[in-house]
């Protein structure tokens, strides 16, 4: 199944897939946008995010339960990852990098 919507600038699209229980959707609004998608089956999950030369991502996994997440603005990046198996934890420091 899809569906789009529009109205005043902003725009959103989705799509669903019922085999695997498959899910996307994209949205828009004044320089702003967001990507995402899930998958029932295996619990997975990604998301992406910009604005204003800001940027988001987010990846999670359920099965062995993994999730990562970096992050950019001003200069700036910050990234995470944990593991729930191990229960392991890496990053959760900001740090500069080059542009």
């Known amino acids: ?3 789009r ?3 005043d600038g902003e725009e959103m699209e989705e799509r ?4 695997g229980g498959e899910m996307e959707r994209r949205w828009r609004r004044d320089g702003e946008e967001m990507e995402g998608r899930w998958r ?3 619990e997975e999950m990604e998301r992406r995010w910009r604005r204003d030369g800001e940027e988001m991502e ?3 996994r359920g099965d062995g339960g993994e999730m990562e997440r970096r992050w950019r603005g001003d200069g ?4 995470e990852r ?3 198996d191990g229960g392991e934890m890496e990053g959760l420091s900001p740090r500069l ?3």
């Open 76 to 79: 700036e990046e910050m990234e």
């Open 40 to 42: 029932e089956d295996g």
């Open 97 to 99: 990098f080059e542009r």
């Open 1 to 3: 199944m899809e569906r």
């Open 82 to 84: 944990w593991r729930g």
């Open 5 to 7: 919507w529009r109205r």
């Open 58 to 60: 987010e990846r999670w």
């Open 16 to 19: 669903w897939r019922g085999d």
